[in-house]
């Protein structure tokens, strides 16, 4: 996936994530807690799904959306009050510039201190709103669960 695609696929209408988000228990990842994976619906020729986790240790989320066409691999993420690492802060978006990005896991990463202070279904909402995505569902915030 080039950037180009992925700008395509920002702008392309119509976009649905059907379901509610839920961060469930798996005994396997604890503490973590993943996102329920979920099926970004499109019209396009992309097929894209939404994953993520909650780590309730460090009330931080991660939420990324990975696109089969680009090997199954990431083409967006963003992590909220996670641990830092490299530029970026705790709190930054990865995103594709190249179309080796995907394969490197997403190296890019661009401050977002804007969701800092923000509770994570605002988050979501932003997001959705930023990539013109429609959520038919609901967020059952990690953190009040």
């Not at 988000?21 to 099926?39: G, I, N, T």
């Not at 780590?55 to 996670?82: E, M, W, Y």
Request: aromatic share 6%; hydrophobic share 30%; charged share 30%.
């Amino acid at each position: 996936m080039t950037r180009e695609d992925l700008q395509s696929l920002l702008a392309l209408p119509g976009k649905r994530v059907v379901g509610d988000l839920e961060f469930v228990h798996d005994p396997d990842k604890a503490p973590l807690r993943p996102l329920r994976s979920l099926a970004v619906q499109n019209t396009g020729e992309w097929t894209v799904k939404l994953d993520g986790w909650y780590h309730p240790d460090h009330n931080s989320l991660s939420l990324t959306f990975s696109c089969a066409q680009a090997d199954g691999k990431p083409i967006c993420r963003v992590d909220v009050r996670g641990i830092e690492h490299d530029d970026g802060g705790r709190t930054h978006k990865h995103e594709l510039r190249r179309d080796t990005c995907p394969r490197k896991n997403l190296p890019t990463r661009i401050e977002r201190q804007d969701f800092e202070s923000m509770a994570f279904p605002e988050i979501w909402r932003n997001l959705c709103r930023m990539s013109n995505v429609e959520h038919q569902g609901v967020f059952r915030d990690p953190s009040t669960q």
